[in-house]
């Protein structure tokens, strides 16, 4: 019998942080913990190695002319630091009330679990179901997906299929689907700025040259107007309006600025003039200051004009912006509006490209769209309907899942993309957690879906 939640338990208790070689053991143990279960369901399982952390393959074949699916998750974790916040060891699973709390029971061993659990009852009840599942758990997630799109690439062939299952988004509330039809991209970079040759006394030096830690403040200062546009020329230029039906689908949430604004510990929001907050992060690019250096950074004082000063930077993008048209106009900006007297240096890191779908039975649905795509929508909506007693909410996203955009640029595949994490759940911080409701209606979902695409 497939127990989902002693399931859960016994994969979390790998700790498989991929940004840190300390926990290498974990990340093999977590490989090797999804493809045992993926043999022990029937499917058949192919370790793909890569430059980094290889890829779990697992393949249920059958006659061609049956759908096929691609289900995507990672084994990979954020490091859960700072341990010291958590009220139990991240790596050792509790169940605490309707949650399950550890590094991963949400994001995304939790989710993964839960299309493992509906295919295993699937599978007990149909042996001979006439539809081709392949499993693509990934390890390098957490980390920008860095081997990926070459992983790919060299199997194209493996991954013919008709669509994308997956579920690493979220939902507003344990009650209430939603279903994400687009994510914003990204592109990470940061900036160096270099005066003199080392740290130079405050007192004996300064005022005769330009503090990098000042050119940097006023650098940063430019790339913003006081209402919270970009001031950079052309970075707006791509950008088109969202669809009627994607504000109308938004204010069926019924969120509240005021909790909004309480949840995030904020006394105002600083949105861009015409965009509600919950519009801002899903509608519209941003450019963002993740972090400053320079100096000295520690306790009282220390009287120095650094060398060097840094600004991380990320601008999350929307659809028809791509990470090298934005790069062009930003950093034609940066070294633009560098102050004189101290010398630029940016240094890019990952990026990220916007992705949206539309889902079936709206106006602007593109007339090409695979048909078994539109009948994984549809029988996800029907689903949602029986499990969770409303229909669901097709919305974008905020955040970036790179990955999407590279299984649509190399394979053609396009994404139904099953919420299930919620806010609440503390993705990336102490505390992380999975409801345990939203488990067991996911699983009923995703083997309705999943039963629905084998039917003729």
Not at 340 to 361: F, M, N, R, S
Request: proline share 9%; hydrophobic share 40%.
């Amino acid at each position: 019998m497939f127990d989902p939640v002693e399931k859960l338990k016994e994969y979390v208790r790998h700790a498989s942080v991929s940004a840190d070689p300390q926990f290498k053991a974990g990340m093999e143990g977590a490989q090797r913990f999804v493809a045992s279960l993926l043999q022990d369901i029937g499917f058949t399982v192919e370790v793909v190695p890569t430059a980094l952390h290889p890829v779990v393959l697992g393949k249920r074949g059958g006659d061609p002319s049956w759908p096929h699916v691609i289900i995507y998750g990672h084994y990979d974790v954020q490091p859960p630091d700072p341990v010291e916040k958590w009220d139990s060891p991240p790596f050792e699973p509790v169940i605490r009330g309707e949650r399950i709390y550890g590094r991963g029971t949400s994001d995304n061993k939790g989710m993964l679990m839960v299309h493992l659990a509906a295919v295993a009852r699937l599978l007990e009840k149909n042996p001979q179901l006439p539809l081709r599942i392949t499993f693509v758990v990934e390890g390098e997630e957490e980390i920008g997906s860095q081997n990926f799109k070459a992983f790919l690439m060299a199997n194209k062939e493996k991954l013919r299929a008709d669509f994308i299952f997956l579920s690493d988004n979220g939902i507003p509330t344990p009650d209430r689907m939603a279903v994400t039809v687009g994510l914003r991209g990204m592109l990470a970079f940061e900036v160096e700025l270099t005066g003199p040759r080392t740290d130079l006394h405050s007192g004996m030096n300064g005022g005769a040259l330009m503090n990098p830690l000042q050119a940097l403040a006023e650098l940063c200062a430019s790339l913003h107007t006081p209402d919270g546009r970009v001031n950079v020329p052309g970075f707006y230029d791509p950008v088109v309006e969202p669809a009627a039906w994607e504000r109308d689908e938004l204010k069926q949430l019924g969120l509240s600025e005021r909790q909004y604004a309480d949840f995030l510990g904020i006394s105002a929001f600083h949105t861009p003039p015409g965009y509600t907050p919950f519009e801002a992060i899903r509608f519209l690019p941003t450019l963002e200051f993740n972090g400053f250096s320079g100096g000295y950074q520690g306790e009282g004082t220390k009287t120095v004009i650094p060398s060097k000063a840094r600004a991380k930077i990320t601008c999350r993008l929307v659809p028809n912006q791509t990470p090298e048209n934005i790069k062009e106009v930003v950093f034609q900006a940066i070294r633009g509006r560098c102050p004189h007297g101290v010398t630029l240096k940016i240094t890019e890191q990952h990026h990220a490209t916007p992705y949206v779908v539309v889902p079936p039975d709206r106006s602007n649905t593109p007339r090409d769209q695979s048909p078994v795509l539109a009948r994984g929508f549809r029988a996800l909506d029907q689903a949602t309907r029986e499990v969770w007693g409303k229909p669901p909410l097709y919305l974008r996203e905020g955040g970036s899942v790179g990955l999407i955009a590279d299984l649509k640029q190399v394979l053609g595949l396009d994404a139904v993309m099953m919420g299930l994490c919620l806010p609440e759940d503390n993705l990336h911080a102490p505390n992380e957690s999975f409801h345990l409701g939203v488990m067991r209606k996911g699983i009923d979902t995703s083997e309705r879906v999943l039963a629905a695409l084998a039917r003729k």
